[in-house]
């Protein structure tokens, strides 16, 4: 009825054998089982901890993509900006980095937190590696990755966090469309 495979254990099972975890690995108490069958199956990720796009998917969006590529000091302002909620601004933290860039040649070192910020806010999984790592190897895919993640949440990365919170206070979801004009 159960498999004997340690990783396929049922929770159930576990809590029947065990009433308390605490003694499991105690040599001076006789173990029921072999340890590798005592212990708590791995626990799936959750759809909500994935990120909404691949990292090497810039072509979703290939205007930001082109923003990213010949100025990444700009989508990264838009990125700081929203999820440090406001402050510092867009053109402050896109100096920042643009001035890291110029001069160390480092503004993975900076971009980098905020993927790991951005990643406690929205619950997301730390993938395809370390935050750092994907930020020193793929800088301008890691800020589009994190941009599209943004936009596809519902926020409008052009008009800076201020906006965007007034929009959902009034409960508008997507920018209003403008009707084109009359042609005779």
Known sequence: MYNSAPDQ?????????????????????????HAAYIQRPPTVPSAAGRWSSGLCHCCD?????????CCPCITFGQIAEIVDKGSPSCGSSGTIYGL???????SCLYSCIYRSKLRGQLDL??????????????????????????KNRGLDMGIGWEANLRRQQYGVT????????MTR
Do not use: W
Request: proline fraction near 13%; hydrophobic fraction near 35%.
């Open 61 to 69: 969006d290939p205007a930001n993509c082109i923003v990213t590529c």
């Open 100 to 106: 890291l860039l110029a001069f160390t040649g480092l």
């Open 125 to 150: 999984e730390e993938s395809p590696c370390v935050d750092c790592l994907v930020h020193f190897c793929c800088e301008t895919c890691a800020l589009c990755q994190e941009y599209r993640e943004l």
């Open 9 to 33: 254990y049922p929770q159930e099972k576990y809590a029947a054998d065990n009433p308390s975890p605490g003694i499991i690995g105690n040599p001076n108490i006789a173990q029921p089982y």
């Open 174 to 181: 997507a920018a209003p469309t403008v009707a084109p004009p």
